[in-house]
């Protein structure tokens, strides 16, 4: 279990400057944390290049972004993008013939998830071919990335990719009842994850989030050696989640959403930045706090930890910093609501005897157990329902404040990392707020 280790101080200014590269590997897509990072890069003058995972045809073949795809892209990202598809996984490979794993599910029934099975070996031949196509597709952008970049630009690689939830019909039905379901639709995680569908997820999990980035920090070796020979930097960063330190009953305490299955693969992330930092390459990857996404959507309840930002916020960064934030979360509530009745009932969540019993930092990450699921989803309802607008939501406006902040924090703290994984919790994204390089963001 990695050693745990939260930026207990602001980072220095990072030495980045005008010139300097920000590569994004993952595409943007929507608001989320890359756009904290992208934003700050803009912000001090860095020049930002993203990345594609490509798009697939109707008939499954990976390709590059045409024209419309790519102007759209660069439009969303601020920067051009290099054009060559590193969409990571496997379940769309086909090999030998063999149907691919996205193929091999088309019929599969949600109900007989613990009995699916697969073509034997055919799972190990896709996995295998994904990884050599996404080394492949990478090798092209370091290639790209030495014409495009001068010899003289520091340059931070930043690895945004995560997930890997195969693409069939058959995982979603499954997943709302893992973090949505109640009373007969409840879905135990452990169960799950001990199915034949859970394994797959499992190793699609470590192949997208955390594979990829060994992939990306030995192929773009050619990029170190130029920029040792020129006296610049290579830096990495990755973005983590191992719980987050929330304040609860006035006290800070180390609390995680659960299930997080991910949680294995965000392990195998870490592990791979000790790894690099170890060989003596700047790598480091971020815990990052919950934040409410388009993609996080069906997590139901992830938000809840999100409220207590608020009290942190008056507690580090003062009431005067703290009020203008307040006063545009209360307008998003009914009438007859208030942001203290919202922080007390989320405090209520997360003081919990039930959630206490089964959330450990030595054991997680944790499966989810019925009576706490229902505590949660209950929980997160009755909090989404004092909002006036469910199109209008508080969690939002904190989501916007934590992946700014955090983005600013992973820039600048990655010239020279504290440690290979590095918690950013309430209290130093509260603290960054009176800093001058939280300057916009409240």
């Not at 220095?12 to 989320?32: C, S, T």
């Not at 998830?113 to 031949?125: D, L, M, P, Q």
């Not at 039905?173 to 379901?181: A, D, Q, Y």
Request: proline share 4%; glycine share 8%; charged share 20%.
């Amino acid at each position: 279990m990695t050693q745990y280790k939260a930026l207990q101080r602001l980072p220095d200014p990072a030495g980045y400057k005008a010139g300097d590269v920000l590569v994004l590997v993952g595409e943007l897509f929507g608001r989320g944390y890359a756009n904290g990072l992208v934003d700050e890069a803009r912000r001090i003058g860095m020049t930002v290049i993203g990345t594609t995972v490509g798009r697939r045809d109707s008939d499954g073949t990976l390709r590059p972004l045409n024209a419309e795809e790519l102007a759209g892209a660069e439009a969303l990202l601020g920067g051009s993008i290099i054009n060559i598809p590193l969409e990571a996984g496997f379940d769309m490979e086909s090999v030998d013939g063999i149907p691919s794993v996205a193929e091999q599910l088309k019929k599969a029934r949600p109900d007989d998830f613990a009995t699916i099975s697969f073509i034997e070996g055919s799972v190990e031949k896709a996995h295998a071919a994904g990884t050599a196509r996404f080394r492949t597709n990478l090798a092209l952008l370091e290639t790209e990335l030495l014409k495009r970049i001068p010899a003289d630009a520091n340059i931070l690689l930043a690895h945004s990719m995560a997930g890997g939830i195969p693409r069939a019909r058959v995982f979603m039905p499954l997943l709302n009842r893992i973090f949505k379901g109640t009373g007969e639709k409840y879905l135990a995680s452990e169960e799950f994850w001990n199915s034949p569908l859970g394994r797959l997820c499992d190793t699609s999990f470590n192949e997208v989030t955390a594979d990829t980035f060994r992939y990306l920090i030995e192929g773009t070796e050619a990029l170190r050696k130029r920029s040792a020979a020129a006296g610049t930097r290579v830096n990495y960063s990755a973005y983590g989640y191992h719980g987050t330190e929330v304040l609860v009953n006035g006290q800070y305490r180390w609390q995680s959403y659960t299930p997080y299955v991910q949680g294995i693969a965000k392990i195998r992330l870490e592990d791979v930045a000790f790894e690099a930092t170890a060989k003596g390459i700047p790598a480091a990857v971020y815990n990052c706090p919950e934040i409410q996404t388009n993609s996080s959507a069906l997590f139901l309840g992830v938000e809840i930890s999100l409220y207590p930002l608020l009290s942190a916020i008056r507690r580090e960064a003062g009431a005067e910093i703290a009020a203008p934030v307040e006063a545009r979360c209360q307008a998003m509530l009914k009438d007859g609501e208030t942001v203290a009745s919202l922080l007390e009932r989320a405090d209520c969540y997360l003081a919990s005897p039930i959630l206490e019993k089964i959330v450990d930092y030595s054991t997680w990450p944790q499966h989810n157990t019925r009576e706490q699921a229902e505590l949660m989803l209950a929980c997160s309802a009755e909090l989404m329902e004092m909002h006036a607008d469910q199109k209008q939501l508080v969690c939002a406006e904190l989501s916007r404040i934590v992946f700014l902040a955090t983005g600013r924090l992973m820039l600048h703290s990655s010239w020279n990392p504290p440690a290979a994984t590095v918690w950013l919790n309430h209290d130093i994204i509260s603290r960054l707020l009176v800093d001058q390089l939280g300057a916009g963001i409240v």
